[in-house]
């Protein structure tokens, strides 16, 4: 499976930013897709995730309520809305596909493709 993130961009405090993650060859709904990020010297982390079937979605504490993920099996797409940007949401967001169980999901480690990363930059 090959994953494009794109939609990374520069924008103010508090305005919205819709990134998109597109999957080619294989069959995207046996997946879940998880966006994580990364911040110069820091560690990747879990932004959020949906599941491959019923479709929910699980977030990271500090963007629940902001972000929203959704995902179009018809177009191997998998988006994230995000709303009310901070300045400590800047980073380089990744989207993953893999199958980790629900108490694995934040595990970097349980994803078997990844994306090559779009950068979100967000001025206060």
């Known amino acids: 499976v090959q994953l494009q993130a794109c939609g990374g961009g520069l924008v103010q405090a508090g305005e919205s930013l819709t990134l998109s993650c597109a999957a080619s060859g294989g069959t995207f709904s046996d997946y879940a897709i998880s966006w994580f990020r990364q911040d110069s010297g820091k560690e990747r982390e879990f932004v959020g995730g949906i599941r491959r079937s019923w479709g929910r979605a699980y977030y990271k504490d500090s963007v629940e309520g902001r972000f929203t993920i959704s995902r179009d099996n018809a177009k191997n797409t998998v988006y994230l809305q995000m709303n009310s940007l901070k300045s400590e949401d800047t980073a380089i967001y990744y989207c993953?596909?893999?199958?980790?169980?629900?108490?694995?999901?934040?595990?970097?480690?349980?994803?078997?493709?990844w994306g090559q990363g779009t950068l979100v930059t967000v001025s206060s």
């Open positions: 993953a596909a893999g199958r980790p169980a629900l108490s694995a999901i934040r595990d970097t480690g349980m994803y078997y493709y």
